[in-house]
């Protein structure tokens, strides 16, 4: 009896739950797809990519602006002209028109060096845009990560219940079996059918939550939300990394961390900006102007100009109320504060991190617990089963026996996601989610 009840377990553990044509879709698959597709993924992207655009010298103000311009302009008038001599000129109609072209160059050629300081605040924002970038991206690893593995968790879970079910049906068999010898009551039949019917409301609430969340995973992916798909059977086991390799690639590797050091020479970047507007700024400039008028009145039918301007020009603020003392000041505050957030984030991450490794530890422990735990569970069923076939064991007994069993597997399902889980967000932290 205990063989085939092990066989029966056995055997229900590997039916599928959906049949047989789905795509199996594996966690490396799931990442794939997301970031291929992903929306939030796609627009961290195009944001890194205009950081990175705006990295030029015409930006940060090395290169001069160039304008030109063109322009004509027409005129019909009527005219009358009396001199002092008593001639008088009359002309109805007169036409005359102006044509004029234009170039003008500026080139600021000093300005306390803040172009240059400009150019290493632009490679500073395009750095952060890549951090943004790679933040999001974890982001949605992570959360891919996390409903893919709750999934194979339902999924687990679901043969559960179908092992449950299995059992269920057994007892009722064996429970009319035993009525239609005289060795039971009906009781002891619709106590079996009301266990069983609890088993199957369970199994449809299950399924329903299970079909939601591949819903959910796929719009992660930003795919048809209508695909269908299968997922592994097991979720790989974890294993406690060394502590000191973990603690040198988290404080290396860490995507919040490098943006709090790029906020700190973003800010420092900034000081510089602000103290160059103590120097002078040498401007340099030049132009070409063409003109040309005609007309058929007045004294000139022709005109014609044009030419070169060229020069420098030197501005220096000397006093503006002590306004940049105040914005100089401010600055060194905010590269104080940059430091000291610097220096609190790196606190909380040594903080999260040794809190992650603890429970890591103890989730493997557990792990392991509920493996063994299993095992004395499904051996006290197995006996508790043949007992019952035996009549040496009630319905209510049975049934607290299968509980047991059912409980301590659903512990270990949930022991082991929450050991991947731990594991997943650790890759997080020490910045190994993305190779």
Not at 168 to 183: D, H, M, P, T, V
Not at 252 to 263: C, I, P
Not at 416 to 435: F, H, P
């Amino acid at each position: 009896m205990f063989s085939k009840f092990k066989l029966l377990l056995s055997t229900l553990a590997f039916i599928p739950l959906l049949g047989f044509s789905q795509e199996l879709l594996r966690p490396e698959q799931a990442v794939a797809i997301a970031l291929e597709k992903n929306y939030s993924i796609r627009i961290a992207r195009n944001q890194a990519e205009v950081a990175s655009n705006n990295v030029t010298y015409g930006n940060a103000g090395f290169l001069p602006g160039l304008d030109v311009g063109a322009s004509q302009t027409n005129n019909i008038q009527d005219s009358r002209q009396e001199f002092l001599t008593g001639q008088i000129n009359e002309c109805d109609g007169a036409r005359s028109n102006s044509i004029n072209l234009n170039a003008a160059l500026n080139w600021t050629l000093f300005d306390g060096f803040a172009m240059f300081v400009n150019y290493e605040k632009l490679k500073e924002f395009d750095l952060m845009g890549e951090l943004a970038a790679r933040a999001t991206i974890e982001q949605t690893i992570v959360r891919v990560l996390a409903s893919y593995y709750d999934l194979v968790r339902q999924k687990q879970r679901l043969q559960v219940i179908d092992k449950s079910i299995a059992i269920s049906e057994e007892r009722i068999r064996l429970a009319n079996e035993k009525f239609q010898l005289g060795a039971a009551s009906r009781l002891d039949i619709l106590q079996a059918q009301v266990d069983y019917n609890a088993d199957r409301s369970d199994q449809l609430q299950s399924q329903e939550i299970f079909r939601t969340s591949k819903i959910m995973l796929n719009n992660l992916m930003a795919r048809d939300i209508n695909i269908e798909f299968v997922v592994s059977d097991q979720i790989e086991p974890v294993s406690l990394p060394e502590w000191n390799r973990l603690y040198e690639a988290t404080m290396a590797n860490n995507t919040y961390l490098k943006m709090n050091h790029t906020d700190k020479r973003i800010a420092a970047l900034q000081l510089r900006e602000t103290n160059a507007r103590r120097y002078p700024r040498l401007n340099a400039n030049a132009g070409y102007n063409f003109i040309q008028s005609e007309s058929e009145a007045g004294f000139l039918a022709k005109n014609r100009t044009s030419g070169l301007n060229y020069g420098l020009s030197v501005g220096w603020n000397v006093f503006n109320g002590f306004n940049l003392n105040r914005q100089i000041a401010n600055a060194r505050i905010m590269v104080e504060n940059s430091e000291l957030e610097l220096l609190d984030f790196r606190s909380r991450l040594e903080a999260d991190l040794t809190a992650t490794y603890l429970s890591m530890e103890s989730k493997i422990q557990l792990v392991d617990f509920e493996e063994q735990n299993l095992e004395v569970a499904s051996l006290n069923l197995e006996i508790a089963m043949e007992r019952f076939r035996l009549g040496e064991l009630s319905g209510l007994e049975l049934r607290e026996a299968q509980k047991n069993y059912l409980a301590a597997e659903g512990r270990l399902i949930t022991a082991r996601y929450q050991a991947k889980i731990v594991e997943v967000d650790m890759r997080e932290i020490s910045g190994g989610l993305i190779n």
